[in-house]
Structure formats: C-alpha cells, structure tokens
C-alpha cells in the first residue's frame, strides 16, 4: 500500500501531455512549403539554363584556365612578382615548367636552349631547372610549357567551334580519336623514356635526333634536328602532337556531355 500512495504521489506530479490539434500540423508544413517549392524552383530553372547554356559557360570559364599562364610573365614585367609566383605555383600541378620546353615574353628571344639557360641558372636537376622564371634579359616564361599551351588551348578551341555550331557534332569515332592520340603518345612517352635515361640534359636520341638525320639524309639545317628551340623536330612534335590531341579530345568528348545536359535538362523540363 505504501508502495502504491509513493507511486499514485509521483504520478500526481506529472504534467498532462497536451493533445495535439490534427489541423496544426497541416498549418506548419504549408508554413515551409513556399520556400520549399522557391528552392525547388531555382534549381529547376539552374538545371534548364546549364542544359541550353552549358558550353558557353565552359567556353568562358576554361577560356579563363587557358588564358592566365600568360598572365604570369606580364606581373612579372610589371614588377607584380607575388601574383606572378602564385600562378606559377599554380600551373606547376598541371605542367613541368621546364624553361628550355617553354615560351618566354620580353627577352631576347622566345624559346631558348638549355645551354643558353645555365648561363643564368646552372642547374640541370628538374626540381630546380622548373624553378627559372626568368629574368629582364631572358625575360620571362609562361606558366606552362609549349606543349601544354598547344594542347590546352586546342581544346578549347574545339569548344569554341562546338559552341558556334549549335552543338551539333556528332562525336568522333573512337578510331579517329585514337589516332589524333597516337603522335602524342608516342612523342610524350619517347621524351620520358629519353630522360629517364639520359637526364633532362642536352644528350639522348630525342635530344640529336640522329635516327631522323640518318632518314632524311641530314638535308636539313643542323638546328633543326637537335636541341628543343622553336623551331626545331622537337618542338614541331610538341606543337603539333598537343594540337591534333586537344581537337581530338574536344570532337570526341564534348558531343557526349552535351548530351548529359540535354538529358538532364528533359529531366527538369
């Protein structure tokens, strides 16, 4: 009996749970609903626009990616050093930087031999041969190097045209691509195998190119079958292995992400 007053005690403590009015809660939730369907509304109309206007966005905004590697050696002229460094820095995840593979602005001369380079930096280690920007006299390199840019900017290319098209490429076949891919492979992979070997120095078969000498029965100037210089095989290679794989890559993959966003716009619509 004690038991049971103790109980009926602490149970006289508590409180009534309120009964909820079924007719509140339809009341709450038309309360959120507005924002909810605001919300739902903004997305659809983001999803209609990047499905109609998604190749100009990527036009713009790769444009932007491609176009800033110039930027570097113009802050450096201007005596803007720290912006300059922070998109070398930044265009050093993308590329190798190496001087004597890449562009240069308001020097002597637009590329330069790696001999000609160790007269100002005399390293041959690629950690520290990436690091020359440049100087007044040698003037100063862009972000990345001539293949990159040759790649890059042919890409980008391809999608300015697909844009101007209507986006009404087919996609290339898949053995098209593959041989617009194949002067790249083989030049890219020779060139790592040639420094793998023989260092980034000035020696390897893809520095003399005596094989293509031997071929061509050495007919054409001396400085055009060694070194990297503009002008040179190797630079030709680079060029235009860079140029046939950026289109390449464009006509192949820019028709199937189109059609992503078409999907995804009839999704929404």
Known sequence: MLR????????????????????????????????????????????RWLAREWIWAFVLLYGLFVGLPWLAPILMRLGWETPARWLYAFYSLFCHQLPQRSLFLFGLKPMYHLSEIRQAWPYEDPLQLRAFIGDPVFG????????????????????????????????????????????????????????????????????????????????????????????????????????????????FALPYVDRSFRELGETEA
Do not use: C, Q
């Not at 749970?17 to 924002?35: G, Q």
């Not at 793998?196 to 100037?221: C, H, K, S, V």
């Open 4 to 47: 049971d007053a103790g109980l009926r005690g602490r149970m006289g403590k508590i409180r009534p749970l309120r009964r909820i009015d079924p007719e509140e809660v339809p009341m709450a939730s038309s309360a959120s609903s507005p924002r909810i369907a605001a919300a739902s509304d903004r997305t659809g109309r983001l999803s």
């Open 140 to 251: 100063y390199k862009v972000a990345w190097s001539d293949r990159m840019i040759s790649t890059y900017t042919s890409f980008w290319l391809a999608a300015l045209l697909f844009a101007l098209s209507g986006r009404r490429w087919r996609p290339l076949p898949w053995w098209a691509f593959f041989l617009l891919t194949l002067p790249i492979a083989l030049d890219g992979t020779s060139h790592l195998i040639n420094d793998l070997l023989y260092g980034i120095g000035e020696r390897g078969f893809r520095y003399d190119n005596a094989w293509l000498a031997a071929l061509t029965g050495r007919r054409l100037p001396e400085w055009f079958y060694v070194g990297d210089a503009l002008g040179s095989f190797n630079s030709w290679m680079r060029w235009i292995s860079g140029i046939l794989f950026g289109l390449g890559a464009g006509g």
